[in-house]
């Protein structure tokens, strides 16, 4: 089975300013096993793609504060996620003109969610084998960090994007204590403020996510005021 086929669940968002619409994907997508966001303005969309990365943008072209294409080369300069757009317009100049502005593929509305389904399945499939497959394996854990899925002792994770990074920034140093500073600065590129709620809480989320507690650890042991670090299995 290629690194992350048919394993976990993809976060999307979407970004489409029609109420009807995005009411209806959101829930059509997330019967589809999608975990479905949404932002019905281009700037909330990029600030929220920039704030909680999902593994997919659906697009809409048509937004009414800015272009969706112009959108789409501002988020390009600042992210690599798989981007679908949506146009009212069966146009080949406005088709062109996104894919060049670096969309992965394209819907023209109205189109039916078992087809945008399609498309976004087809999109994170091509994007989680482009290149060297990536699986990091410390013991029962896998870590497909193409396909940005996790599977411990063959039981998919269903990790939210910030989980699925802990998680692969400590599996790619077993056994090595990771303190909460650089944590804060490699998975969340924020410096230290003093504050490390935010570790701590994801944590905490990601320990339940792996059937653990702190009191009884498996993977993620936590050093009292040094850090925290996954553990391997023996040898
Ligand atoms: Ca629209």
Redo the contacts with the bound molecule.
């Keep these: 089975m290629p690194p992350g086929y048919g394993l976990g669940v993809a976060s999307l968002l979407l970004i489409?300013?029609?109420l009807r619409i995005r009411t209806a994907l959101t829930r059509a997508l997330g019967e589809r096993g999608h975990a479905v966001a949404s932002e019905p303005t281009a700037m909330g969309g990029l600030q929220h793609a920039i704030d909680d990365p999902p593994d997919l943008v659906v697009l809409?072209?048509?937004?009414p504060d800015l272009d969706g294409t112009q959108l789409l080369r501002m988020l390009r300069s600042v992210s690599q996620v798989p981007v679908i757009v949506a146009t009212?317009r069966d146009d080949d100049r406005v088709v062109v003109e996104a894919l060049d502005a670096g969309a992965d593929d394209y819907v023209v509305k109205p189109f039916s969610a078992d087809a945008l389904d399609a498309r976004i399945r087809a999109v994170l499939r091509r994007s989680s084998t482009d290149g060297a497959a990536s699986t990091i394996e410390v013991g029962d854990l896998a870590v497909d960090l193409k396909g940005r899925t996790a599977v411990l002792g063959g039981r998919p994770l269903d990790l939210r994007p910030r989980e699925f990074d802990l998680l692969a920034y400590l599996a790619a140093r077993p056994n090595e204590v990771v303190s909460k500073r650089t944590l804060l600065a490699e998975v969340w590129q924020q410096p230290y403020g003093g504050a490390d709620k935010t570790v701590d809480v994801h944590l905490s989320w990601l320990r339940r996510k792996l059937g653990e507690s702190a009191d009884e650890p498996q993977l993620l042991h936590t050093i009292r005021g040094v850090g925290v670090k996954l553990v391997g299995p023996p040898g």
């Design positions: 489409e300013d029609d809409d072209l048509g937004l009212a």
